[in-house]
Each structure stands twice: as C-alpha cells, then as structure tokens.
C-alpha cells in the first residue's frame, strides 16, 4: 500500500530529512586520506542524537552501524571498521534518520583528495542523473517516467544502471512502496500523487550494472570491478514542484 502523508506528517519527515543531511555533511566532510570509516561512522551519529532522532540503520536487519560506508568498487551496504580512507579514493555514505517515528534517508559518494577523472566524471553523472529523474517526480507521471529518465541519462553516456537494489517508498518505515527503480521503460507503475514520499536513488557504475555481496553479508560491489557511485534524496510530490525533504536548507 502506498501511503499519503499529511501536511502533519510531512512537517516532521522534513525534519527527519534536515537530520539526516546533516548527518550525511558530517560525514562526508570527515572524508579524507587516513580517515577510518568509523569516525564518519561516529560523527554522523553524533549529528543524528544530538538533534533527537535515532540512526535509521542501526540495527536495521542486523546492519551493524548507523551508516553504510562503501568504497571505490562498493556501491552499498559497506559496513564502517577500520579501515582507512587513501588518497583517490571514493567513499559512498548513504545515511538514514528516524524522527518521532518518521524516516529520512539520503546519500553521496564522496572523493578523498585528488582523484581521477574517471571518478570525477563518475560522482557528476550519478548525482545529475538524480535531477533528471526528479523531473518526472510530478502528480499525474508514474514511476517508471523517474526510473526511464535517470537510466537514459546515465546510459547514453556509457554508464552502467545497478538493476538488482531500487530507490523506495518512505514514511514511518524506511521501505514502504512502491519500488523506485533506476532502469526500466516510461509510463509504468504507480501514479504519482501529492503527498507521496519516495526515496530515489541511483547507484551507477563505471562499467557492467551487474553486482555480488561480499562474504560479509552485507557490502555490495560491483561484479567487474569497476567504479560505482550512490546519490539519494527523500522527496514529496505536491501538485507543483517536488520537494527535497532531506535538504539542510528545507
Ligand atoms: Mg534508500
């Protein structure tokens, strides 16, 4: 079932959404050379119960931390440790909130120092392919008008579509319908109406959309090894223009 917020409703998703933007700027600030992802890992915490709100991944399906961390070949789902951030690297922070019982949830990947063009040109194309879908994000277009916009925004320029994992419906779960795909033909699915909230989210590669879990159950890479990169916004449709609820600004 898809379910219609309220004016009520969409107030506190706002904010649910300011938080967790804030937590995502935390830890992509933090991203740089030597870093280990559990510091952006603690810093995003930080960001999210110090403004009143729970971490939206912690504990989500067993998910270890508050967010998932996931590097150069990862698209999703890394799990924060360790590990050190090297110069050129590109780290993908995707980071939820959950505010007096409303979700948030947005990512971004981003670069550690210097890094390539590839990676540059990557990151830019994932995040614009984004605002393309949200064009169609209008009362009266379906789904899948989002879904076609961003898969030929990235394909036509030689970009692979991840197929296995979708953007989602959001609310007072972090997953409610409908599924948002990245890939697929205009004119399908769900009609878009105001106070629908939806979280889209394309996970784009360098190469083959085709992707493999780690052994540890949870990272997410790409199955020829090349660069991937993650851009997501919660977003309300509302009888104009769509509304970016997991902005600072909002
Ligand atoms: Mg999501």
Redesign the pocket.
Known sequence: MITIKSTHELKIMQKAGQISQAALLAAGDLVAPGVTTRELDEAARKVIRKAGAKPAFLGYGGFPAAICCSINDEVIHGIPGRRKIKEGDIVSI?VGAVYEGYYG?NAATFGAGNISEEARKLIDVTRQSFYEGIKFARKGQRISDISHAVAAYCESRGYGVVREYV??GIGTKMHEEPEVPNFGAPGHGPRLTPGMTI?I?PMITAGGWQVKVLPDGWTVKTADGSLAAHF?HTIVITEGEPIILTSVGG
């Open positions: 995707d949830d953007g989602h979280a989210e997501e």
